[in-house]
């Protein structure tokens, strides 16, 4: 973390779990585990159809609200999508663009996450851009190139202006839900690429100001440690959010003078 030019951002993403009816159980014992929360943001991302709930119960704690994904079109005829602007009607702050759940099994390339990020910044939303390698091409030596790659898609036509809403998440695909967490030094040598990706197009001034989170099988255990690392500035978390005392220990670890 790096608490003098950017936040510290702390994300639950709930992938396809809780239903509306749910999140207000969640809200409550949240509310009962976390103290005055001065030194990070808190997102939790659920999914659409329990937004209108989270804005609800999530409000007096200062819990934002992010969705999973969106689509990169502005309206019409396309069956089944949410548009920014209706995200944005209702209250919402985040969109997770490009996880890799959404590459793998919905076809998402770095043309659709490209648009996506564009359309999210348009409408005055943060996107947390998802990047990060797979076992294969970690093994291979591919790993900073290949996210390179990635993050200088994702930000294809993105004027440096908006750059500070911009948040990325290095995932490593082998990490997420496996418990099998990168190793701080290897998830603070891949921060620390993207942001040196950042320097390059948009110089220094904008890269520090860069949120850049780590997600994968991020817990309660691990997130001191990983959260120590300069260039870590928070997490996206996945299971461990889905659980109040785990999230609050999350939370509490990026929270501390
Ligand atoms: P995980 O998921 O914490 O369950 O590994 C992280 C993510 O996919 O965002």
Redesign the pocket.
Known sequence: MNRKYRKTVIAG?W?MNKTPSQVKDFAESLKALIGRVKWCDIVICAPFVDLPAGIRQFKDLHVGVGAQNVSEHPSGAYTGEVSVEMLRDLGVKYV?VG???RRQYFGETDDTVNKKVLAVLEAGLQPIV?VGESLDQRDKGLTLDFVSCQVKAALAGVAPEKMRKVIF?Y?PIW????GRTATAHQAAEVCHHIRAVIRSIYGARVARSVTIQY?????DQNAYELLAQPDIDGG??????LVPEKFAAIINAANQE
Request: with cysteine.
């Open positions: 993403n992938k997770i996880h890799s759940e998802c998440a995932e990490a997420i839900g496996t997600g994968g099988s991020m817990n996206l978390i996945g299971g461990a959010s």
